[in-house]
Every structure is written in C-alpha cells, then in structure tokens.
Nanobody, 117 residues
C-alpha cells in the first residue's frame, strides 16, 4: 500500500520556525519527485516546493523563497520542509505529494500549520 504521512505541524508565532516531515512507504521513493502543497480555507491548493528524485534540483513558489527549504533523505524515505520566518499567510494545511514521470501520483492526508500571535 502506497502511503505518505505528514508530521510536524502545529501552532507557531509569526517569525517562528517549523519543520515538516513526510514519511513514504509502499513505493520506490528514490524514483519520485517530491513536493509540498498547501491549502488555506476557501482557497485553492497551491504548490509550495518540489525536489527532484536525487535531491539535486529544488523549486519554490515565490512567496516562500528564502524562507522555506525542501530536502530529502532517500535512505529514510522521507522528505522535509524547513519553514523559517513564518507569516500568518503561511497558515494552511500542508500536503506531501509524490510524482513519478509517466507514473502514479500519491498524496498524504496533510498536517495543519497555524501562524498566529
């Protein structure tokens, strides 16, 4: 069974930091591009960051560049999202996504991130 399980979400104050983790199982993790998406209430789900299968290429949406860092550890089948200098507008449910070229797409169930004073 293919599975992605996010963890690490929570409540933080503006300017604070949080590290999200996504543990993968049931598929060949090292062959998949991994991404983080987020969805705030009443808004469309949006792409946040992606990392290539070997970790050599990363992409970010403009609103998080310089603040967020995506990384992966293929030996641990885990992808991370380090979030620094968090802002209230970062509040959302964050989802992990796995994509293989010409293959399957898998989604996690999400973890809540709330940035508030």
């Amino acid at each position: 069974q293919e599975q992605l399980v996010e963890s690490g979400g929570g409540l933080v104050q503006p300017g604070g930091s949080l590290r999200l983790s996504c543990a993968a199982s049931g598929f060949t993790f090292s062959r998949y591009t991994m991404s983080w998406y987020r969805q705030a209430p009443g808004k469309e789900r949006e792409h946040v960051a992606s990392i290539s299968s070997a970790g050599g290429t990363t992409t970010y949406t403009d609103s998080v560049k310089g603040r967020f860092t995506i990384s992966r550890d293929n030996a641990k089948n885990t992808v991370y999202l380090q979030m620094n200098n968090l802002k209230p507008e970062d509040t959302a449910v964050y989802y992990c996504k796995a994509v293989r070229v010409y293959g399957s797409t898998y989604w996690g169930q999400g973890t809540q991130v709330t940035v508030s004073s």
